[in-house]
Antibody, heavy 117, light 110 residues
């Protein structure tokens, strides 16, 4: 069974950088499409980025040029590098994925990133 | 970019009643690319429906999805106490290749 566990969140200063990670303890990570989705406090869900099994990447306009998604299939891990962060990037960051690029079968428990001075 | 508008924002119903949630897209969405999720307070979203009408593994048959083009519906035939939550629709588009969520509908106990 797939189990996604995020880490790397915390307090970050405006303009700073942070990398969040997500480890998949399942056995089929290399076959799964993976995304990052965030949820600001009290708000809805916002898709940020998608990475294909082979490494092709896509981004929402709101984070294009600032955030970078990557994956290491040998470590069953997907990453989100966040640069030039702003207060409005404060949110719980979920990794999500599955066998389809069209929707999300599996979700991690989320990691909170707070952007504040 | 396709915008998904969910209505109503809040639905107040009693257990045992039928819930009908709407998701309207600003442009036509392939039925294969429309999904619904449930999120309870303090919990992670859970996939309910994919490809507009296919139930995800373990989802009770009181949940059903329908629709095509720009209008999609999630129906909960008889609300159970555990169904009171926020529901999101989500679409995938191939050009540009992005995914978007609707703003959510909260189903609350009346």
């Amino acid at each position: 069974e797939v189990q996604l566990v995020e880490s790397g969140g915390g307090l970050v200063q405006p303009g700073g950088s942070v990398r969040v990670s997500c480890v998949d303890s399942g056995f089929t990570f290399s076959n799964n499409y993976m995304s990052w989705v965030r949820q600001a406090p009290g708000k809805g869900l916002e898709w940020l980025s998608l990475i294909y099994t082979g490494g092709t990447t896509y981004y929402a306009d709101s984070v294009k040029g600032r955030f970078t998604i990557s994956r290491d299939n040998s470590k069953n891990t997907v990453y989100l590098e966040m640069n030039s962060v702003r207060a409005e990037d404060t949110a719980v960051y979920y990794c999500a994925g599955g066998v389809s690029r069209h929707y999300f079968d599996y979700w991690g428990q989320g990691t909170l990133v707070t952007v504040s001075s | 970019e396709i915008v998904l508008t969910q209505s109503p924002g809040t639905l107040s119903l009693s257990p045992g009643e039928r819930a009908t949630l709407s998701c309207r897209a600003s442009q036509s969405v392939s039925s294969s690319y429309l999904a619904w999720y449930q999120q309870k307070p303090g919990q992670v979203p859970r996939l309910l429906i994919y490809a507009a009408s296919s139930r995800a593994t373990g989802i009770p048959d009181r949940f059903s999805g329908s629709g095509s083009g720009t209008d999609f519906t999630l129906t909960i035939s008889r609300l159970e106490p555990e169904d009171f939550a926020v529901y999101y629709c989500q679409q995938y588009s191939s050009s540009p290749r992005v995914l978007t969520f609707g703003g959510g509908t909260k189903v609350e106990i009346k």
